[in-house]
């Protein structure tokens, strides 16, 4: 079964940093593209950033474009988000997610499978 589990939330003041983990397991990790989604309070979930079986970037969402970096371990079968200059309105749960659809410009589409999510609070 397809097992992702989200770590490394928690609480940061404005301009902190965190570095969330998505362990994978249950599936052929290094075929699959992973994708970061987050849903803040009264707002849809969205994507943050995906990532191709190779470890290349799709791409970001513009509000965190220069602030956060998608990358993967396909070895250990890790993905991770790193999160720079956090802002408040980054204040959400962050949902690992596999195997999505990369569309002809490359944008990741969701797939199936997600994990529990983690919370990140940004706030003084």
């Known amino acids: 079964q397809v097992r992702l589990v989200e770590s490394g939330g928690g609480l940061v003041q404005p301009g902190g940093s965190l570095r969330l983990s998505c362990a994978a397991s249950?599936?052929?990790?290094?075929?699959?593209?992973m994708g970061w989604y987050r849903q803040a309070p009264g707002k849809e979930r969205e994507l943050v950033a995906g990532?191709?079986?190779?470890?290349?970037?799709?791409h970001y969402e513009d509000s965190v474009k220069g602030r956060f970096t998608i990358s993967r371990d396909n070895v250990k079968n890790i993905v991770y988000l790193q999160m720079n200059s956090l802002k408040p309105e980054d204040t959400a749960v962050y949902y690992c997610?596999?195997?999505?659809?990369?569309?002809?410009?490359?944008?990741?589409?969701?797939?199936?499978?997600w994990g529990q999510g983690t919370q990140v609070t940004v706030s003084a």
């Open positions: 997610n596999a195997d999505g659809q990369l569309d002809l410009h490359g944008r990741y589409y969701e797939g199936i499978y």
């Open positions: 249950g599936f052929t990790f290094r075929a699959y593209a």
């Open positions: 990532i191709r079986s190779s470890g290349t970037t799709t």
